[in-house]
């Protein structure tokens, strides 16, 4: 089995440090179960390549080694080319300084997110076809994966359950390990030795930070702890208790940072009306009015089900739901702690307005079924938190799959941040921005967008228009 972990920061030999291996010397480990080969292919400035590789005795596994017990019961497996849990065993073996985040020669580099470029192979998948990038994709990562077939000289006989995964981001070093030694074994289902109690703790902690939130939580906990009821109801009780400081005071903090700038403005109570009067306006299927425009038309044309994509605490549902003619009004957000807001929002409503309101726990990059046959979809302050190399997935999820006949999309307008006396220069407006976008990037987007899937769309400035830097946000509305 193979990993290669490789960057091209400058001076790319630094990757040794991080890893506490010479990039001119080959190391090897006897883990007991086998032999780890540890070695650099290249190792230059520009580019530095760091790959392990774990040759496994298939006999020692079954038979045990020095008095020992077998780790397996029968000889014909698969264990010894996998990339499995042995593999994540080795990792924190070989390289357990690097995944602790640690490094005395460069402590800064530790803690700095480097572009990386991963490959593991061959990495067994058992499950949906998708599962690789419902595991990687959430995390930041750009994820290709290459299937292989059962055999190649007999195509009939369809794909193996094993395939290469290649993982590109932007990241600290030890959080990619640390990514990989989890989901490695989640993707697998299986493990090679027994797992109890101290498996909880050790998921914990290598889950900080990031699985609270993961849109795959639960079958990540359930795959990991392999599927013993009393100790995944331990572990998600524990990340249900973890999620609610990270989700709640953290985002809460950066929303009221991004808030403040906007304040004197009144920008995002405006921006939510204006996207409320937007969809209220919008031609529902049948009505009639497809295709012409958001003006004009009365309530008879009014959505009848709505998406509220990245719909947070519920502001915006708050407005939606209480329009007579829309009959339902569905909330689809990442994150689980979110979602539990705007549920304790929704409680004060009257009965019959709770009766319309759905609320789902989704990611907006993947294609999903109970997206499909809505009226009208809102996506506020939603796009500029996703990747940029993600959001290709999010278009074909959301204008090429669901293809609700309205979609509303609002985004900070870059070309005004100039204007805001708090906000210092070359800053997004909130801390998990990913980028922002000028007026006429958005225009371009948009317009791309458009004429891909069989949209029409218009550009609308939200909130008031200076001469030269325009509006402080901008919304689009495509109009199949």
């Keep these: 089995m193979f990993l290669s972990v490789a960057t091209t920061h400058r001076p790319a030999t630094d990757l040794g440090f991080l890893l506490h291996k010479n990039p001119h010397r080959t190391q090897d480990l006897d883990l007991g179960f086998g032999r780890a080969v ?17 040759d496994i005795d298939p006999i020692a596994l079954v038979r045990g080694s020095a008095g020992g017990e077998g780790l397996l019961d029968h000889y014909v497996n698969d264990r010894p080319y996998a990339a499995s849990s042995f593999l994540s065993v080795a990792i924190g073996r070989c390289l357990g300084a690097a995944m602790g985040g640690r490094s005395k020669e460069r402590p800064a580099l530790a803690e700095a997110e480097i572009p990386l470029d991963v490959t593991v192979a061959p990495l067994p998948v058992r499950g949906r076809s998708d599962l690789v990038e419902r595991l990687f994709a959430p995390l930041g990562y750009a994820v290709e994966v290459t299937r292989h077939p059962l055999d190649p000289e007999r195509p009939d006989w369809g794909e193996a359950p094993y395939v290469t995964v290649r993982l590109r981001a932007t990241a600290r070093l030890a959080d990619l ?127 009848k089900r709505v998406l509220d994509l990245g719909c947070g605490d519920g502001k915006l549902i708050a407005r939606l739901i209480r ?68 959001l290709p997935h999010l ?40 980028f922002e976008w000028s007026r006429a990037e958005f225009g371009e987007w948009a317009e791309r967008v458009a004429a891909e899937h069989g949209y029409a769309v218009q550009i609308e400035s939200l909130g008031d228009i200076h001469p030269d830097f325009g509006a402080p946000s901008q919304m689009a509305v495509f109009s199949r």
């Design 323 to 390: 329009d007579p003619a829309i009959a339902q009004v569905t909330g689809v957000e990442v994150s689980s702690a979110a979602l539990a807001r705007a549920e304790r929002r929704a409680e004060s409503l009257p009965e019959a307005l709770r009766r319309k309101l759905v609320l789902l726990q989704g990611s907006l990059i993947y294609r999903d079924a109970r997206l499909r046959g809505f009226d009208a979809a809102a996506l506020v302050e939603v796009i500029e938190h996703v990747e940029p190399d993600r």
């Design 177 to 303: 390990l640390t990514h990989l030694t989890v989901l490695m074994p989640v993707l697998d289902d299986r493990k090679h030795y027994f797992v109890g109690e101290d498996e909880v703790e050790k998921l914990l902690a290598r889950g900080e930070g990031w699985l609270p939130g993961h849109p795959e939580r639960d079958l990540i906990v359930s795959r990991f702890l392999k599927r013993r009821g009393v100790l995944v109801r331990q572990a998600l009780a524990q990340l249900a208790e973890a999620a609610e400081p990270e989700a709640i005071l953290d985002p809460a903090a950066q929303e009221e940072r991004e808030a403040g700038i906007e304040q004197p403005l009144r920008l995002h109570e405006r921006r939510l009306d204006r996207v409320a009067q937007v969809i209220a306006e919008s031609g529902a299927p049948g009505s009639g009015t497809q295709g012409s425009g958001v003006q004009g038309r009365g309530a008879e044309g009014a959505a």
């Design 38 to 54: 540890m070695l650099y292919p290249e190792a230059t400035e520009a580019r530095c390549e760091f790959v392990l590789t774990l």
């Design 395 to 434: 278009e074909r999820a959301l204008f090429g799959d669901a293809r609700p006949a309205t979609i509303v999309v609002t985004t900070p307008n870059r070309d005004y941040n100039v204007l805001f006396p708090s906000l210092p220069e070359r800053q997004f407006r909130h801390p998990d921005h990913r």
